[in-house]
């Protein structure tokens, strides 16, 4: 029989939910691996690893998202900032991604650990047959002992299939390989209510749920200026993980003994909803969705209440180009999206049937419902989960997705 996992205040002030992880995803920002001009920091990045091979050792698996590909390509090419243009990223990518997976090798290979390189894009996660390959590869790496290191891959991804931050892309990854803690490592010890630089401002050590977060005020990108991420991307990606089961912890690299330790550092986000389905967690979190379709009231209240799969004479529009098998978003009577699902229709079946015919739009074990705080009038707008459907044409969409997404 399994002992129980003491509380916090058993533990002398420990925090149960990462001392019982096996499985923690690390993501580690631009600003804490590089210098002020660019270029990696080797004592920051052994100092990253000592922490993480220490935890390693005790048994417990590490899965490293690291930033750093870009910013580590500046100085090489003689760059004083971050390009602003697509190609300028992708070129200083190119030149840093090597060095950034050279420098973690060598720190690495002092405690006799290897390391894997994993290159993703948003197309990787946002279609199911390259979801499923993406979690046995990185399931094999680390059945074999090694870390994977996971980077966005900024040297082909265009600006249509970003993840935009590695923020998103580590709250994903948590849920791709089915860890049991995501930490955030960021140059700021933890989230603020304020500006922490304003004086009276205070770190909230721990969040139960979107209600914390109503008087919070977010900032953009750090003043490194080497990083895309913020403060409102880290939430975000923790209501991400913590909806699936999956608790954060975010605080600053320099805290990142305390953070896999146990104690008390930083912020805690505490889960707020069960893990879920793989087949769900990436309905709701990684596919692209391929059109939208609007609801009558009724049909809506009927999706909330959980009452079976949703029939066409609930719908009252239909957008896009999808075809059956294919993600979309479910819209209310004013456009707000409240669900997201696989259509069992295709767009042109669909359209001729919306409003009065009983086929299933929408299979109720294929569908998720977005948190209900998330829909809340008065959550602020920052939070809120911004959804763009990007309706293709029927002849690009045939072009560029032929089969679906392979569910």
């Known amino acids: 029989m399994t002992r129980p996992v003491p509380t916090a205040a058993e533990n002398g002030g420990l925090r149960p939910d990462v001392l019982r992880a096996r499985r923690i995803v690390v993501k580690v920002g631009s600003s804490s691996l590089t210098t002020a001009v660019g270029g990696l920091d080797s004592d920051r990045v052994d100092a990253l690893v000592d922490v993480l091979s220490r935890t390693r050792s005790g048994g417990t698996e590490i899965v490293l998202v690291s930033s750093g590909a870009i910013a580590a390509g500046l100085a090489p090419l003689g760059l004083d900032e971050r390009p602003a243009d697509l190609a300028g990223q992708q070129a200083a990518a190119c030149v840093g991604q090597g060095l950034l997976v050279a420098r973690y090798t060598a720190s690495f290979a002092r405690y006799g650990l290897r390391v894997g390189q994993v290159l993703l894009t948003a197309d990787d996660i946002g279609r199911r047959a390259q979801y499923r390959n993406a979690y046995r590869a990185l399931s094999k790496v680390l059945s074999m002992g090694a870390v994977p290191v996971v980077n966005e891959n900024d040297t082909v991804a265009t600006s249509e299939i970003r993840f935009g931050d590695n923020d998103r892309l580590a709250a994903l990854v948590s849920h791709l390989v089915r860890a049991d ?24 050590t721990d969040v139960h749920g979107q209600q914390d977060l109503a008087s919070v005020e977010l900032g953009g990108a750090g003043t490194s200026g080497v990083g895309t991420g913020g403060m409102k991307t880290k939430v975000e990606a923790a209501r991400i993980a913590t909806g699936a089961g999956v608790p954060v912890v975010l605080t600053a690299a320099r805290h990142a003994a305390d953070a896999l330790a146990g104690r008390e550092t930083g912020t805690l986000f505490h889960r707020t909803g069960d893990r879920n389905s793989d087949h769900l967690l990436w309905l709701e979190h990684a596919s692209s969705p391929r059109g939208t379709v609007q609801l009558t009231a009724d049909a809506v209240h009927a999706l909330v209440q959980g009452r079976g799969a949703l029939p066409a004479t609930g719908v009252t529009r239909v957008a896009g180009q999808f075809v059956a098998g294919d993600p979309v978003e479910l819209l209310d009577e004013e456009g707000h999206v409240v669900a997201r699902g696989l259509a069992s229709l295709a767009f042109q079946e669909l359209s001729m049937l919306r409003g009065r015919s009983g086929r299933e739009v929408v299979h109720q074990d294929d569908l998720v419902l977005l948190p209900p705080a998330a829909r809340a009038a008065g959550l602020p707008a920052q939070l809120r989960r911004a959804v763009n459907v990007r309706v293709l044409p029927a002849r690009e969409f045939a072009s560029r997705d032929a089969g679906g997404p392979g569910i």
């Open 181 to 204: 803690l995501l930490v955030l490592l960021s140059d700021i010890d933890g989230l603020y209510d304020g500006d922490p630089r304003r004086p009276g401002a205070r770190r909230l």
